[in-house]
């Protein structure tokens, strides 16, 4: 709904006032040059009209001997009024001195008229002027005697009244003519506007609404037009914006979750203490053994956490250098070599090619390091872990594959998001946070590579990480 004076602004009150500017503008424009044109036309013929026929008149008065022969005057009379009935208009003779011979309209015989169109006419023979003033166009045609001298002039008046009047009339048609044209752009405009501007409005209604955080409204698509791509899009984006919301809730109740336990676990231990009476030392040791292992806990949680949430914000910048990836495998796996000792599991290290790229070496040999830990955990004793470090002309390849339990299918996907765990209760046995996958791939992000995992339940697993070059 549009508020205030939003609709001052609104693209529908612009389409409205562009059509008209482009439409009626140039209309009124072209409709005046010709009503002037039409009108000039038309007085022009007049004029031509009238003063052939002020020649006329004043031929026949020369030929009927009127300003000579007194005795002509009955007839002299006769002729004008009768011109001037015939004609529609008034017919004056006026002699050089301005006298007025003869007046069709009978009034002004007798009188001394200084008419500027006669004077100019006895000058120079022939004048027509129309008098806007008095819409008349005045039409005078110089009489000459027998020594052709101009002695008087013939002076025809006549209105241009139905002239005027027919622009009038045109003016009237072309009025409504213009009102039609703006009720059919108006309807125009609503159309157009239900057309293109209402889905737009409604795009306006969903993007406020997941503005707000109702993510679940969508925009509704039909046909393949630019709104239904920009609506894809926000759709697409609003599905994106909801994961994220829905995944941020999730890693929240998960953190709080992760913590709960071994706190529960420490309260029950510190209660079962409290309330026994004359506890033994061993048993007191025990308890605060157990105690001590979920404080570890926490804190392997709450240490790998931070590490998380510093290397989403780009708050541990990474330290790059050239780094021997060789030596780095080299170093990790001799590290965790006492671990897999533990379990009898052999660790092979194959190193196809020598590898050098520009990396942030600590962080790699971590994100390596919780990698190959994984294939030591999920793996039976006795078992096998594989680490092979290779490379194209565009890329690192490091590979670690054991022989352990295995991945299924419907969990690949998982084991790269947070607190993800197969198995929860074996889980808490091996001591595994649910992050350390986390943090390996967000530093392997981080240097513009990805990890692919290829595993089978109870086949084993690999795990392949591949870097570019360079980055
Ligand atoms: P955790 O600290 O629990 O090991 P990780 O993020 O490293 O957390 O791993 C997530 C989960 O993925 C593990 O709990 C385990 O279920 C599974 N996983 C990871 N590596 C392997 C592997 N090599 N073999 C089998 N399961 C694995």
């Known amino acids: 709904m549009l508020r205030n004076k939003d609709w ?22 072209f409709y005046m040059m010709m009503l002037a044109a039409t009108n000039d036309y038309y007085i022009r013929d007049k004029e031509t009209t009238l003063l052939a026929t002020a020649n006329i008149i004043a031929g026949s008065i020369v030929r009927g001997n009127f300003l000579t022969d007194p005795a002509t005057r009955h007839d002299f009379d006769e002729v004008i009024i009768e011109r001037g009935r015939d004609g529609g208009f008034r017919v004056m003779v006026i002699d050089s001195m301005g006298l007025v011979v003869n007046d069709s309209f009978g009034s002004e015989t007798g009188r001394v ?18 008098r806007f003033a ?28 139905e002239i005027l009047a027919y622009g009038e009339e045109m003016q009237e048609r072309f009025v409504l003519f213009v009102l039609l044209i703006v ?20 795009f ?14 969508k925009i509704h698509i039909r046909g393949r037009d630019e709104y239904s791509k920009l609506g894809r899009a926000f759709n697409h984006m609003v599905s994106k914006l909801a994961l994220s919301e829905n995944s941020r809730e999730e890693f929240v109740s998960n953190v709080s979750h992760e913590l709960k336990t071994p706190l529960s676990s420490i309260k029950v231990l510190t209660e079962s203490i409290l309330l026994m009476e004359n506890v033994p030392t061993e048993m007191y040791t025990e308890f605060l053994k157990d105690i001590n292992s979920e404080v570890d806990r926490m804190n392997n949680i709450i240490n790998d956490l931070l590490t998380l949430v510093k290397l989403d914000q780009h708050e541990l910048p990474l330290n790059m250098k050239p780094t021997d990836i060789n030596r780095m495998t080299e170093d990790t796996l001799r590290r965790l070599a006492p671990l897999a000792a533990q379990k009898d599991i052999e660790l092979f290290y194959e190193n196809i090619r020598p590898v050098t ?76 946070t649910g992050l ?25 697993s690999t795990f392949l990480v591949r870097i570019p070059l360079r980055g």
Request: aromatic share 6%.
């Open 183 to 202: 009720v059919i752009l108006t309807v125009l405009v609503l159309v157009i506007s239900k057309l293109v501007i209402n889905p737009l409005n409604n």
């Open 204 to 217: 306006v209604r969903v993007v406020e609404r997941a503005g707000e955080g109702h993510f679940d409204e």
């Open 134 to 161: 008095e819409e008349s166009v005045y039409a005078a045609a110089a009489i000459t005697n027998a020594d052709g001298d101009n002695v008087a002039a013939v002076l025809i008046v006549s209105s241009i009244d």
């Open 113 to 130: 008229l200084v008419v500027p169109e006669v004077i100019r006419a006895i000058e120079a023979n022939n004048r027509v002027n129309t």
């Open 357 to 432: 790229i520009s990396a942030d070496e600590m962080k790699l040999s971590l994100a390596l390091s919780n990698i190959v830990e994984n294939g030591i955990k999920y793996t039976p004793e006795e078992g096998s872990i594989t680490v092979t470090v290779d490379c194209d002309h565009q890329h690192l390849f490091i590979s670690v594959s054991d022989t352990g339990i295995g991945i299924s299918e419907e969990d690949h996907p998982k084991v790269f998001t947070r607190f993800f765990r197969a198995d929860k209760t074996r889980n808490r046995e091996t001591g595994g």
């Open 436 to 460: 350390g996958l986390a943090i390996s791939h967000q530093t392997v992000l981080l240097h513009g590579g990805s990890i692919r995992l290829d595993s089978k339940e109870g086949e084993g």
């Open 8 to 29: 001052l602004f609104s693209w529908r009150w612009k389409l409205f006032v562009i059509f008209i500017t482009i439409s009626v503008v140039p209309l009124v424009g």
